[in-house]
């Protein structure tokens, strides 16, 4: 699920800040993951869900953007 969410962010810069992220923290979140759900299995399952959660976030804040410069050409091509 970790490798479908990667692909869903077109910025190579966006992907390797996820990337970084994962090797970064993974050690803290799954130990943090861990201590809460007390199973190996579902631990990594928090980490990799959470790391979507990411994922997801930043191609959002991308569409986000997208939208907005969209809207402003429009605004703009109308006020010419």
Do not use: P
């Amino acid at each position: 699920m970790l490798l479908l969410a990667l692909f869903t962010i077109e910025s190579g810069d966006d992907r390797t800040f996820i990337i970084e992220l994962y090797k970064q923290y993974y050690s803290l979140l799954f130990d943090e993951s861990y201590k809460i759900v007390k199973n190996r299995y579902d631990a990594e399952d928090v980490v990799q869900e959470f790391i979507v959660y990411i994922c997801n976030h930043i191609v959002e804040k991308i569409l986000f953007r997208w939208s907005v410069q969209m809207e402003r050409s429009i605004i703009v091509k109308m006020c010419n």
